[in-house]
């Protein structure tokens, strides 16, 4: 099977959102990630997609921006593949890629976060040669 990893434009960014909303649990209503989405292209974002011919199987945001202790930076985010599609070796594919196309731009280094009890993306993302450097913390105001 050939899968197509490319960049959404920002007037596709709805098509995502199905995805978004799958990895959130429903804990985020599909109108609030569209007006969050609608924001969003304002800002240093971008969305790369992983199509299985015209179906987005997966999803990844990618955050640009300058960090005093890495230079130019790229954070993924909402990185999500369908479950179906998991552990086929495409999740490897697509950091490759987007790996490639964020050297291409400049960037130095990436990073993310993964929550605490998702250990399956810890694996992956240590076989991928990210290391820990700290704790992500979060407080709602």
């Known amino acids: 099977m050939s899968y197509q990893f490319k960049i959404i434009s920002n007037e596709n960014l709805g098509s995502v959102i199905p995805l978004v909303f799958e990895l959130n649990e429903g804990r985020v209503s599909k109108a609030v990630l569209k007006s969050r989405f609608d924001e969003m292209k304002l800002q240093n974002y971008e969305c790369a997609v992983i199509f299985d011919a015209d179906d987005i199987i997966g999803v990844s945001g990618l955050w640009f921006s300058t960090r005093h202790y890495s230079g130019k930076s790229v954070e993924l985010d909402h990185v999500y593949i369908k479950p ?14 987007i790996y490639a196309y964020v050297k291409e731009k400049g960037c130095n280094s990436m990073e993310l976060n993964t929550y605490v009890q998702n250990y ?11 290391e820990i450097w700290g704790y992500h913390f979060f407080k709602n105001i």
Do not use: T
């Not at 399956?120 to 990210?130: T, V």
């Open 84 to 97: 179906e599609y998991r552990n086929k070796g495409i999740g490897k594919q697509f950091m490759d890629w």
């Open 120 to 130: 399956p993306s810890h694996k992956f993302y240590y076989n991928e040669g990210y």
